[in-house]
């Protein structure tokens, strides 16, 4: 099988398990069917749901569809745009609970020029971590809907998303 997909990558604090919550409840905005894990998924099982459990030895994965005609089309053609100009797309996530250390944070986005300014060339140190990948179906860059996704991710994370 072919890999599919395009993967926007991230670094993540500890905060990506209650963002992740904001970010299911946007999937939920979009598609009022919405599947996850290939099952059907309402605004009431939100209120219970966390991502599952991942730890340094595995990867854990969060995957989203518009219900069961989108998870046979993923079956047959993976991460890719259907008919209708939309496809699944998936978080995969691990955290990493050891220290990182970047020595200079460049091309920072914080929706303030000052903070910006602040920040740009600083280092950045983190007790605990999440790598995470944003998978979707083309790049973000050039397809609306897969931009539509990575741009509410990063809402989810209070950012400014692509603007």
Not at 9 to 14: A, S
Not at 97 to 123: C, M
Request: net charge negative; glycine share 10%.
């Amino acid at each position: 099988m072919d890999i599919t997909g395009h993967s926007t990558d991230f670094l993540m604090d500890t905060s990506f398990p209650e963002a992740m919550r904001r970010f299911v409840s946007r999937g939920l905005q979009r598609w009022a069917g919405l599947f996850l894990y290939g099952e059907p998924f309402t605004l009431g099982y939100l209120t219970g749901w966390n991502i599952p459990e991942a730890d340094d030895d595995t990867s854990g994965i969060v995957t989203f569809s518009s219900g069961q005609d989108m998870e046979d089309f993923w079956e047959d053609h993976g991460y890719a745009l259907d008919a209708s100009g939309q496809g699944p797309y998936a978080i995969f996530y691990r955290l990493h609970a050891q220290p990182l250390y970047a020595t200079a944070v460049s091309v920072v986005r914080t929706g303030s020029t000052d903070s910006e300014a602040a920040v740009e060339g600083t280092g950045l140190l983190l007790s605990e971590y999440y790598a995470v990948s944003v998978v979707t179906p083309e790049d973000p860059a050039v397809d609306p809907f897969s931009g539509e996704i990575l741009n509410d991710f990063l809402k989810s994370f209070g950012t400014l998303g692509r603007c």
